[in-house]
């Protein structure tokens, strides 16, 4: 394991431990998952279990605890045969060595050791309901120690979710976060790039997913952040298009929400570009009001602002651009009132990114919503879509859809745009396409 991962990952226990006081936290590992009869999904570990381990094997747990025990794995024994069907084994020696935990035990003595390792604790933090197979096993652990309470020991008395602690603890980056975030976004940014200069007419929408998917993988992405969106005509207006399976057409738009992960982390980006190189007046109509809404809303990407705010002022622009183009009637503040946007707009500007692309992290405090701190990482992609059938507009803008995503981390002073070598302009937009 690389040394700078492992100091970051023992910083990360260690800030966990200073909030756990006499608690111990029990997380388990994510389940392998079965695809369909005897072939599994491709394993990925639980974001929060690598956050704190770096670990992505199956069929682990960690305990962890400010106590003398400190960090507990429970893993895979070694097994030669096995491991020739599916792969090497860290091993108990591996857990210790390589991932630096203070002890390693074998998966097949949890049951017991976990016993032993919850005596005289009075507070566990456990996520009751996300690992439903290993809940009954958790809840039979805590009768036993129980028992024990019958001859003079504590027990556990108190069940606390640990997201509490854990994912607000996930919410703000550290430098070696977030430059693992850059390298998903430049691997991103180029993916992006290629599918402007090769998509033409006539092609199919998954022939532009496979060459997203080929950049991410030739850069050393280890796989998709999610499934990636490729959607030209009105499948631009569908806001998580699946199929990818039509045949693009000259004078349509095409639509790319596509990121990469890199070390377990996210990139998530959007843009809208022609098939066909060139924008209709009615695509370039559209387009400027989406990309002065999104500068808008990145300009208010700063510490002490809110996700509401970075909202607003993309909402706003589209709301004043809309009535420009007939779209709407009244004032803006009026459209903004009367919820008149929502049949082109409906959706919020932002979410939080990191190892998830809609990250952890709580968006209200005391019920307030919750101010920007440096560290945070968030999306900004408004959009506009136009359904096919809508016939309260003119006909050249009907089935017309357009979002312009970028990420940006939160800093002191500039917001940071990690993402913005992924052409965006309509200048930028029409030469990438000519390749």
Request: include cysteine; glycine fraction near 8%; charge should be negative.
């Amino acid at each position: 394991m690389n040394q700078d991962f492992r100091r970051e990952l023992e910083a990360r226990r260690a800030a966990v431990c200073a909030q756990l006081g006499d608690g111990v936290l029990v997380l388990p590992s994510a389940p392998v998952a079965l695809r369909n009869n005897d072939v599994d999904h491709e394993f990925r570990q639980s974001s929060d279990f690598f956050y704190l381990t770096g670990f992505e094997e199956p069929d682990c747990v960690l305990v962890l605890s400010g106590r003398p025990e400190g960090y507990v794995l429970f893993v895979r024994r070694r097994d030669p045969e096995r491991e020739i069907w599916d792969g090497r084994r860290a091993g108990l020696e591996g857990a210790v060595e390589i991932f630096g935990a203070d002890r390693a035990f074998g998966i097949d003595e949890l049951d017991q050791k976990l016993v032993d390792l919850l005596e005289n604790v009075t507070r566990v933090h456990y996520r009751i309901g996300e690992r439903k197979d290993f809940d009954a096993r958790f809840l039979d652990v805590l009768d036993r120690v129980r028992a024990r309470g019958r001859t003079g020991s504590d027990w556990p008395t108190e069940i606390v979710d640990p997201r509490v602690i854990l994912h607000e603890l996930r919410l703000l980056k550290s430098p070696f976060e977030i430059e693992r975030m850059r390298e998903a976004a430049e691997i991103t940014v180029e993916a992006h790039r290629a599918a402007m200069a090769a998509c033409r007419p006539g092609m199919y929408e998954y022939e532009i997913e496979a060459l997203l998917l080929h950049r991410f993988r030739r850069a050393g992405s280890q796989r998709v952040a999610y499934p990636s969106i490729v959607g030209s005509g009105p499948n631009a207006t569908i806001l998580h298009y699946r199929e990818n399976d039509r045949r693009m057409q000259d004078g349509e738009l095409l639509l790319i929400d596509a990121g990469a992960e890199f070390a377990y982390y996210a990139a998530d980006v959007t843009r809208t570009f022609p098939v066909g190189g060139k924008f209709t007046p009615a695509q370039r109509d559209l387009y400027r009001i989406v990309l002065d809404a999104q500068l808008a809303a990145i300009a208010r990407c700063r510490v002490g602002e809110t996700l509401d705010a970075v909202h607003e002022a993309a909402a706003r622009v589209i709301a004043g651009g809309l009535l420009e183009l007939g779209f709407l009637s009244g004032t803006v503040d009026e459209v903004i009132e009367q919820k008149g946007l929502k049949p082109f707009f409906m959706h919020r500007t932002s979410h939080w990114l990191g190892m998830d692309v809609h990250d952890v992290g709580r968006y209200h405090r005391e019920r307030q919503p919750r101010r920007l701190e440096p560290g945070m990482v968030i999306t900004v992609e408004p959009g506009i879509y136009v359904a096919e059938g809508d016939e309260n507009v003119p006909p050249e803008f009907r089935g017309i859809g357009i979002r312009i995503e970028d990420d940006v981390v939160i800093t002191a002073g500039e917001p940071e745009v990690i993402t913005e070598g992924a052409p965006k302009t309509i200048e930028a937009v029409e030469e990438a396409c000519r390749g």
